[in-house]
C-alpha cells in the first residue's frame, strides 16, 4: 500500500536496541520525523477540505479554520449523493473515464503488438510518424478539434468526450517497448500449434502485459478524469458536464459562504474515486509515470 | 474467440519466410494497426493541418459555414501594431535570457551531443528571435493590434519561468529526502504524491478557499503570527505567486517520482567505493548523484515547462485572469477569442503559434525519449 517501497532496493538496516542510540540513528530518527511533519503539513489542505464537508453549513458561515469537523454532520454528502446535478456529473465522469481507458488499452496494445512483434511492410516509416504524435500538445489544438466536431454535430456527446483521448501515441509506445520485451518463444510455440495473430494477442501478449496495461491504464484513467479543457469546450450542457468541469462550475457562482459545507463534500466526492484508485494502484502509477515520460 | 484471421492453415514442419509469410504479416500487422492509426490521423494529426488552414481564415464560430480567407491577417493582428520601432533596449531582459539558451547548445556542440548543422539552426533560430524580432514594438502613440496576445503570452512565460525552477528544484530535494528504504518513507512519498491525482477544479476549490483571507488557513496562520491576512488572488503583485504555489503543491509529486527512479538508477557500488576511498557526503552528491541525475533532471525541467505552458485551469477557475489580466494566460485567451468573441480564424492562428513553441520543448522530450533504445 505504500508508495514503492520496492523502487529501493537497499536492504533495511537492522535496528537493535542499541543501535537506536548511535548518532547516526539519532539524526536518521529526527530527519524522519522532521519528513513525517512537513508531510502532514502537506497534506493539510486536503484534510481541511475533507473536514469542512462533514461539517455543518450554518457553522462553517463563522468559524472555517478548524481543522477538526465543527458540528460533525453527514448531511452534505448525503445531499450531495441524493440526485440532482453532481450525481449525473459524476456518472458521466465515470462512463467516459472507463470507456476512454479501456478503449486506449485496446487500440495501444493492437498497435503496439504490430510494431513489437510483426515484421511488415512500412513499419520504418508508420513508427517514427506515431511516434512523432508524442510531440503534439494536444492542449493547443482544441479549437480545431472544437470544428470538427461541431461540423459533425456531436458536441455534448460521450463520444465527443472519449473520440480525442484515445488517440495516444504515448501507450502505444509504451506497449511496443514492453512487448518487444517479452520472450519470443511462447508466441512461436502457439504459432507452430497453429493459433493465429488474433488469438495469440489475446491469450499470450495481453495477459503478459498486465504490468504494463495496468500501469498504463491507471494513468489514462487519472488524466482522463481530470481533463479540463476539452470538456469544457465540448460539453457545454449542464447535464453532460463530468465532474471536474462541473465542480468547476459551481466555483464563483454558487452560494459559497452560506454552503461551504455542501461546496467542499462535492470536492469529496469529486476525488474520492482517484484518491481511491491512486491507494490501490499507485505502484503501477508510479510505474506508467516513469516509462511514459521517457524514465525507466 | 472469433478470429480475424483465422483463416491462414496450420504451419507443419520448418517455418519458412517466404512471400506468403511475409504477406501474411504484412496484412496482420495493417489489420493490428488500423484502429489506432485512424484515430491518430483523425484526432492528433488532422487538426494540426485544420489549425494551419482555419489560421488563414475569417472565421465566424456561428455561421461556421461562412469563412473568408483572409492570408496572413490573422498573424499581422497578433504579431505586429501601429507604429512599430525596432530598438536594442526593448525588453532587455527577457532577450539576454533568451540569449543564454545558446549556451548549453554551444556546450552540446562541443561534446559532440548536438550535431553541428542541427546546432547551428538552433543558435540562428535563437539568435533571430531573441536579438532580432523582440526588439520590434510599438513605438511613440502606436499600439499592438491585439495587446491581450502579448500580455498573456508575456504572463505564460513568467508563469512557466517561476514555476519550472521552483516545482523541478523542490521535486529533487523531496526525492533526495525521501530516498531512503523503509515503509514508512513509502507512506511519506505517498502523502507527498496524493494532491497530483486531484483534478484542477478540486484543486481550485480547495486553494481559493485556503488563500481567502477571511476563510482560509493561510489567513488563519497569518493572524497566528501577527500579520494582517493578505488577499493573495486580488493582489496583481501576488496572484500569480500565488497561482504557482498552488500548482507546486498539485504537481510536485509527479517530479519526485520520475527524481526517485533516476536516483534508484545510480549505481549503489560507485558511492560504497567513494565511501571506501574515504569520501565524504558532499563529495558523493556531486561527483555521483548530479551526474547521475542529469539526464532525469533535463527531462524534468523539459516536462515542466511543457506542462506550465499548457496552464489554463488553475487561472481559468481560480481568478478568471485577473486581477487586471495579471494573471491571464495563452490558453484563456485562445478559450476566450474562440467562444466569447467568436472569433474561430483568429484563435486557431494563436493556437498554431502556442503550438510552435512547444513543440519546440517536446522536441527535446523526443529525443531523450529516442535516446534511450
Known amino acids: 500500500m505504500t508508495l514503492e517501497s520496492s523502487i529501493l532496493e537497499a536492504p533495511r538496516a537492522k535496528s537493535g536496541f542499541k543501535s537506536l542510540f548511535r548518532p547516526r540513528k539519532i539524526r536518521s530518527a529526527l530527519f524522519l520525523a522532521f ?42 454528502l448525503l445531499g450531495v449523493m441524493q440526485g440532482g446535478l453532481t450525481t449525473r456529473w459524476l456518472f458521466n465522469s465515470l462512463v467516459v473515464t472507463s470507456l476512454t481507458t479501456g478503449i486506449t488499452l485496446v487500440l495501444s496494445a493492437m498497435a503496439g503488438y504490430a510494431f513489437a512483434r510483426i515484421p511488415f511492410y512500412g513499419k520504418k516509416v508508420v513508427f517514427p510518424l506515431v511516434l512523432a504524435g508524442l510531440m503534439v500538445p494536444r492542449e493547443a489544438m482544441f479549437i480545431p478539434l472544437f470544428l470538427m466536431f461541431a461540423e459533425a454535430d456531436i458536441h455534448n456527446s460521450y463520444e465527443a468526450l472519449i473520440l480525442p483521448r484515445i488517440a495516444a501515441p504515448l501507450g502505444v509506445f509504451i506497449m511496443t517497448q514492453f512487448m518487444a520485451a517479452i520472450p519470443a518463444d511462447i508466441e512461436e510455440a502457439a504459432r507452430v500449434d497453429g493459433a493465429s495473430r488474433w488469438v495469440i494477442f489475446w491469450r499470450i501478449m495481453m495477459p ?38 462541473g465542480l468547476a462550475s459551481l466555483q464563483g457562482n454558487f452560494a459559497q459562504a452560506t454552503e461551504l459545507g455542501s461546496l467542499m463534500a462535492r470536492g469529496v466526492v469529486a476525488s474520492l474515486p482517484l484518491l481511491i484508485l491512486f491507494l490501490i494502484f499507485q505502484k503501477q502509477l508510479v510505474r506508467g509515470i516513469s516509462i511514459g515520460s521517457g524514465g525507466k | ?22 504477406r501474411e504479416n504484412n496484412r496482420a500487422a495493417w489489420g493490428f494497426l488500423l484502429p489506432f492509426l485512424l484515430v491518430y490521423f483523425a484526432f492528433l494529426i488532422y487538426p494540426i493541418g485544420q489549425a494551419v488552414v482555419m489560421g488563414f481564415y475569417d472565421l465566424d464560430l456561428l455561421v461556421i459555414t461562412d469563412r473568408v480567407f483572409i492570408g496572413f491577417d490573422n498573424y499581422f493582428r497578433m504579431f505586429w501594431g501601429s507604429n512599430m520601432v525596432w530598438d536594442l533596449a526593448s525588453m532587455l531582459e527577457w532577450r539576454i535570457a533568451g540569449m543564454l539558451l545558446i549556451v548549453p547548445i554551444a556546450l552540446g556542440m562541443r561534446s559532440g551531443r548536438v550535431a553541428k548543422v542541427e546546432g547551428v539552426l538552433y543558435i540562428s533560430l535563437l539568435t533571430g528571435i531573441f536579438a532580432l524580432l523582440m526588439g520590434f514594438h510599438p513605438g511613440l502613440d502606436g499600439r499592438w493590434n491585439d495587446s491581450q496576445f502579448w500580455l498573456s503570452f508575456g504572463n505564460t512565460v513568467l508563469f512557466v519561468a517561476l514555476s519550472t525552477p521552483l516545482i523541478v528544484g523542490f521535486g529533487l530535494l523531496l526525492a533526495l529526502a525521501l530516498h531512503r528504504p523503509g515503509k514508512w518513507v513509502g507512506v511519506l512519498r505517498t502523502l507527498f504524491f496524493a494532491p497530483y491525482v486531484l483534478s484542477v477544479s478540486v484543486l481550485t476549490l480547495i486553494w481559493a478557499f485556503m488563500l481567502n483571507p477571511q476563510l482560509g488557513l493561510v489567513g488563519e496562520l497569518f493572524r497566528a503570527i501577527g500579520l494582517e491576512p493578505v488577499s493573495f488572488l486580488t493582489n496583481p503583485a501576488l496572484a500569480m505567486p500565488a497561482i504557482v504555489v498552488t500548482t507546486l503543491w498539485w ?96 484563435a486557431s492562428a494563436m493556437s498554431v503559434f502556442l503550438f510552435l513553441v512547444m513543440v519546440a520543448f517536446s522536441a527535446i522530450q523526443f529525443r531523450l525519449l529516442r535516446s534511450e533504445k
Do not use: C
Not at chain 1, 469546450?233 to 458536464?241: I, K, L, N, Y
Not at chain 2, 474467440?1 to 511475409?22: F, I
Open chain 2, 1 to 22: 474467440m472469433t478470429s480475424l484471421y483465422s483463416g491462414r492453415k496450420p504451419r507443419t514442419g520448418k517455418v519458412s519466410l517466404g512471400k506468403v509469410e511475409s
Open chain 2, 251 to 346: 504537481t510536485v509529486g509527479f517530479n519526485v517520482v520520475l527524481f526517485l527512479a533516476g536516483l534508484q538508477d545510480i549505481d549503489k557500488n560507485l558511492y560504497e567505493a567513494a565511501n571506501l576511498d574515504g569520501a565524504g557526503a558532499v563529495k558523493s552528491f556531486t561527483n555521483i548523484t548530479v551526474p547521475g541525475l542529469q539526464r532525469t533532471t533535463l527531462l524534468v525541467v523539459v516536462l515542466q515547462v511543457i506542462a506550465s505552458f499548457q496552464i489554463f485551469g488553475q487561472v481559468f477557475i481560480m481568478t478568471r485572469g485577473g486581477p487586471n489580466g495579471a494573471t491571464r494566460v495563452s490558453i484563456q485567451h485562445i478559450y476566450e477569442s474562440g467562444f466569447r468573441d467568436l472569433e474561430l480564424g483568429y
Open chain 1, 208 to 245: 503478459m502485459s498486465f504490468p504494463a496495461l495496468t500501469a498504463l491504464g491507471i494513468f489514462t484513467y487519472i488524466l482522463t478524469w481530470n481533463d479540463f479543457l476539452w470538456p469544457l469546450v465540448s460539453a457545454t450542457q449542464r447535464d453532460m458536464f463530468t465532474i471536474t468541469t
Open chain 1, 35 to 76: 519528513l513525517t511533519v512537513a508531510a502532514l503539513v502537506w497534506i493539510l489542505p486536503l484534510v481541511w477540505m475533507f473536514s469542512l464537508s462533514v461539517s455543518a453549513n450554518e457553522t462553517l458561515q463563522s468559524q472555517t479554520t478548524s481543522l477538526l469537523p465543527v458540528d460533525f454532520t453527514i448531511d452534505n
